[in-house]
């Protein structure tokens, strides 16, 4: 992770962009993991589905690490990028940035990779057609 939180740009592309509301916080006034977690997923999915043209599975959260609390009223941008293609699998690395309210800073909050499986209709793991 590089220290300069200036110099630092999002990897990937923009999948998801919400902004954090009230409802889903701790009682400390912070987002919970789980909802961003969850914003992380959503936006890994759109990617895997863009690359694999299939219904995709999360299978598994390699890595997830938060870096920097998300608050009520951030603006909160998921990027993702290809990692990893196998045979059935795509591995995305997912970070999370987000824009304070407060002062206008930019700054990652959370980075991780998912892995997806193209699955077919029975639910079972099916090659991936990568294109060329």
């Known amino acids: ?58 299978v598994a959260i390699d890595r997830m690490v938060f870096i920097r609390p998300v608050y009520v009223g951030d603006v909160v941008s998921c990027f993702a990028h290809v990692v990893k293609r196998g045979r059935t699998s795509i591995g995305i690395g997912i970070e ?7 002062d206008e800073s930019i700054l990652k909050v959370t980075e991780g990779v998912f892995t997806y499986v193209a699955i077919d209709k029975n639910g079972r793991p099916t090659p991936i057609q990568w294109e060329k």
């Open 1 to 58: 992770m590089n220290n300069d939180p200036k110099k630092e740009q999002p990897q990937g592309e923009l999948v998801v962009k919400t902004i954090a509301m009230p409802a889903d916080t701790n009682r400390y006034g912070d987002m919970f993991g789980g909802w961003l977690a969850s914003q992380m997923d959503l936006g890994g999915a759109v990617l895997a589905h863009k690359y694999g043209h299939i219904r995709m599975t999360t």
């Open 96 to 102: 999370v940035w987000v824009e304070r309210l407060a």
